[in-house]
């Protein structure tokens, strides 16, 4: 068995996102295994359990990955993961992966695929609502799939939004109040939000948006008035049901499992899709353990490795 | 984070049945978090996914476990376990644990518990069918919280029954037919039997059964009928109907969930019991993974440590 740690330095993030949207398919044409999520409370935040199997990539395991957000002044990140990988044929662990960075990463490639598929333009200004890792993650994995001519960034602590126009000097990045990020092509959401954060008018037609905050019971970025103007795509309708983008919308009987429009993996087996080029189109993203067992298949080529006795 | 192995040695098994009779009771309060566990298909096996959180011995985290009889002709274990421990305040993982002998011990564990507290007696002639690692692991463990007269031992393999004595040379061991076999004080089953190995007339009235084989959707050991004579106390209700012995009664319409007895928790806070000596009573062992935090809790303080980077 082996450790693996810093998997991520030198990782193609298109080649991620190839794997990604992969599993995508594979999720599309009912071809893998992967119960919703597991949530278990504690004291001070959570820890999700994601077990599945994705027989095209050959691999299975299960990602354990916590949510704490007081760890930051404690110097620990919010997110840490592990991902533990078994052989197909006998079931033993032969890999142990760091998969904190990797969360982020195929979080990001998730994006990038939904961007790819749904955006009505190749060529995009990219609104960006939140400057933290996610937020990074979404535009370098955007950026490998769609040309991007500018970004429009909010962000409630100016340090913040600076790094993270720091981290982008290859794209023109303009701090701007909410309402003006939202004035864009495809737009980006990554807050950990209880209350919605993007107003309905703000947000023309033809616009695609990546939903990403939500991802747990009780968060939401998004006015409910805008989950009705739109085409809403999910990557797993149980998860998504949830603990996602649509969860307080449908506990509040603002918005009805029957409107959703499709999964991911649909669209990208090209089942469903953007239905005109002035739709809304929106990506309810909760985060699937098919992803990271995708960006497993690819990390464990990489990084550190230290050998452990099992069994 | 600390990789550790063979934290099995040394372990002193009356602490562990301890250990595990405290998650019992934590369990019958209601006072721990424990999704039932989720099995994911291999090609030729399974494996569990198994979370939890015991606020009571300041613990959480998730067991994995497979299934793989095919693998002793390749020289693994059927069952292999990596047992993860989280931080409770950050949710950092701080422990991975080779957990493949402590799943045997733990299971021997809850056997001995279930035995202590409702064998109608203390000094027993115990019956064992099957002399497989989790025999011997349930003839340990009990041992430790009854006194062991005899040990009266079925299997189909010469050799392994054999073997099995030779191990318990403590005690006065004898190779019977199951039907001998079952007339005994406790009788531990433990065949990874797909249907009764064990007749209702062969029991006698005031016997307790610890059904430990039954595991997985399709398997049991037990004729239903002696179910309806007994009382069935599972460990966890929603894991004993979908995958213990219960299960495939309960399929076939054989047996009610209604007619559950309680849960073996009930029973150590004195809320459930043995209704008269002449009762004949079952546990229906399925596993939980607070038996795995128990013994995880004990564990970490034995074995060899790897210091591992994280995060």
Chains 1, 2 share one sequence.
Request: overall charge neutral; charged content about 20%.
């Amino acid at each position: 068995m082996q450790y693996l740690t810093d998997t991520d330095m030198g990782l193609d993030l298109s080649e991620v996102n190839m794997s990604v949207e992969s599993a995508f398919a594979d999720h599309g044409r009912g071809l893998v295994q992967m119960p919703p999520k597991v949530y278990i409370t504690l004291p001070e935040g959570d820890f999700r359990t994601m077990p599945a199997y994705l027989p095209s990539l050959s691999i299975a395991g299960v990602k354990i990955v916590n949510v704490h957000p007081n760890n930051p002044p404690r110097g620990l990140p919010t997110v840490m993961a592990l991902t533990i990988i078994l052989d197909l044929a006998t079931g033993q662990p032969v890999a142990v992966i760091n998969a904190t960075r990797l969360t982020d990463m195929r979080t990001g490639a998730a994006g990038a695929v939904a961007a790819k598929y749904l955006s009505a333009k190749k060529e995009i200004v990219l609104g960006v609502i939140g400057t933290g890792r996610q937020a990074e993650a979404q535009v370098a994995a955007i950026s490998r799939e769609l040309k991007i001519t500018e970004i429009r960034v909010h962000g409630r602590n100016p340090v913040h939004v600076r790094k993270f126009a720091d981290r982008f000097m290859e794209f023109p990045c303009h701090a701007m109040t909410p309402e003006k990020a939202c004035d864009c092509d495809v737009l980006v959401t990554t807050t950990p939000s209880t209350a919605p954060v993007v107003k309905s008018e703000w947000i023309h037609e033809g616009t695609h948006i990546n939903a990403i905050g939500a991802d747990a019971p009780g968060k939401e970025e998004l006015d409910p008035v805008l989950l009705r103007r739109a085409q809403v795509f999910v990557d797993d309708p149980a998860q998504a049901i949830h603990s996602g983008e649509i969860n307080v919308p449908i506990s509040k009987g603002l918005y009805r499992t029957e409107e959703i429009a499709g999964t991911l993996g649909e669209v990208v087996i090209g089942k469903k899709k953007r239905l005109s080029p002035n739709a809304i189109t929106i990506f309810d993203s909760t985060g699937l353990a098919i992803q990271d067992l995708a960006i497993a298949k690819i990390a464990m080529q990489h990084g550190r490795k230290f050998e452990l006795p099992f069994p």
